[in-house]
């Protein structure tokens, strides 16, 4: 049954032109197409922004919070993601971003990368105690964290039980804003600043907790030009605003939370295809010799997120760069994890890719996937609108495909069809036997 909830990944149907480069691209296998027009499978979808990245004509975009919605809030509260500094050329100064969040209308500036330093020591903790089962992976990533409970469940006890950091940013930043203003929860407004559309599912939606403190999210790339203009205009003397060090900034680039562990025996993985891979050797057993993956399903990291506006690799560099200016790290936990930084319920298993409930009748259904999919090519073109010639068996058990989608077997029928009206429209003629030509009446 499809879980309802939003999603941030959306299509255009008007601007699709029915071409196959989405659904070959998605690691869900969540996209089909039917009528000339691509469709979303949402019970599948994990909003990775795959298809936005690769769709070659803008069929794919991002439903993400505007940032006039924060206006409806008494205090405003921006929580910037580390990704957002490498957006700029030649910074060495994050208090320049976060005054320009200032000048832009924002009462406070919460950086997540603070909160991700602390998400690292407890982190550390728990890998010292032992108690998770190794390797450890990261749960940052929320399209990754989807990814496992949709195609890979046996996974979710690796899982590491801790929000996100830009979650724990919003917990911390209005229990802040209420002391400091004497505000309620509901007049304080937490607007994330994200890379990425999986991040506003994120917090439309949240795992490992019931509810979100997370009440704006708004893209990169509407609040760059907006906070451009209000960086050039502020004075030479900046107010000290930046509370993050190297180690928080680092998480938004590949590999900077693994290095943040201080453990040796470490992964660091990023894009979609290069996830799967690692995942799947997850699963067989081979990297039982890790100590913590940490997985990213944009290319370099959330620099290379869809909703960002340089080039990741750029960015990530510039983040590098931006790092040494900095402290190692500004936050640390006093004593122990706070309860706020926990899950505080189970991610569950999302069994979208169940072909039945009962067993038995699941084994009927893939029984008959099998014959049909020995039927088929096997040359996974996509013509039938499926990623595979297995898709589209399953599509076809499921009832929604016919077999003759596939445009090989409905060549062969079509021929065998032409061959029994050939043989019926000759069949009252002489037929010449081998060796003996039949002469006109």
Not at 359 to 386: N, Y
């Amino acid at each position: 049954m499809e879980e309802q909830y939003f999603h941030s990944v959306t299509l255009n149907p008007d601007a699709c032109k029915g071409c196959i480069t989405c659904v070959k691209r998605c690691p869900t296998e969540a996209i089909r197409v039917r009528g000339g027009k691509a469709h979303i499978l949402r019970d599948r979808c994990i909003d990775c922004g795959e298809c936005i990245r690769v769709c070659p004509h803008h069929a794919k975009r991002a439903v993400t919070d505007r940032l006039a919605g924060m206006e409806r809030f008494r205090w405003k509260i921006a929580l910037p993601a580390p990704a957002l500094y490498g957006q700029f050329n030649n910074l060495d100064d994050v208090d320049l971003v976060l005054g320009g969040l200032i000048a832009m209308g924002f009462d406070q500036v919460f950086e997540v990368a603070a909160a991700a330093e602390l998400v690292s020591d407890a982190t550390r903790l728990l890998l010292s105690q032992g108690l998770l089962e190794r390797p450890v992976i990261s749960s940052a990533c929320p399209a990754v964290l989807r990814l496992i409970r949709v195609r890979f469940p046996q996974l979710l006890g690796n899982v590491l039980p801790l929000q996100a950091p830009v979650e724990l940013a919003a917990r911390i930043a209005k229990r802040q804003a209420a002391r400091r203003t004497g505000l309620s929860p509901a007049e304080i407004g937490c607007v994330f600043i994200s890379p990425c559309p999986a991040k506003v599912t994120a917090a439309k939606h949240p795992l490992g907790t019931a509810r979100s403190d997370i009440d704006l999210v708004v893209s990169v790339s509407e609040v760059y030009p907006h906070l451009l203009g209000t960086m050039k205009a502020l004075p030479a003397t900046l107010q000290e605003l930046a509370a993050a060090g190297k180690t928080g900034i680092g998480w938004g680039r590949s590999g900077g939370e693994a290095a943040a562990t201080l453990h040796e025996r470490y992964l660091a993985a990023d894009g979609i295809e290069n996830v799967i891979r690692v995942l799947e050797d997850m699963e067989d057993e081979k990297l039982r010799g890790l100590d913590f993956v940490e997985l990213d399903a944009c290319a370099s990291g959330c620099v290379g997120g869809v909703l960002t506006i340089e080039n990741p690799y750029v960015a990530a560099a510039r983040l590098k760069r931006l790092g040494r200016y900095r402290p190692v790290s500004c936050n640390h936990l006093e004593d122990a994890i706070p309860p706020e930084a926990k899950w505080d319920r189970e991610v569950p298993f999302a069994p979208v890719m169940q072909l039945d409930p009962d067993p038995l009748r699941a084994m009927e259904m893939l029984s008959k996937m099998s014959e049909i999919e020995e039927r088929l090519p096997g040359l996974d073109c996509g013509s039938c609108g499926a990623p595979s010639c297995r898709a589209l068996a399953e599509d076809i058990v499921r009832g929604y495909a016919a077999e003759d989608s596939c445009i090989y077997v409905l060549k062969e029928k079509l021929e065998a069809v032409m061959e029994t009206m050939m043989a019926e429209s000759f069949g009252e003629k002489p037929r010449a036997e081998e060796g003996e030509e039949v002469s006109p009446q």
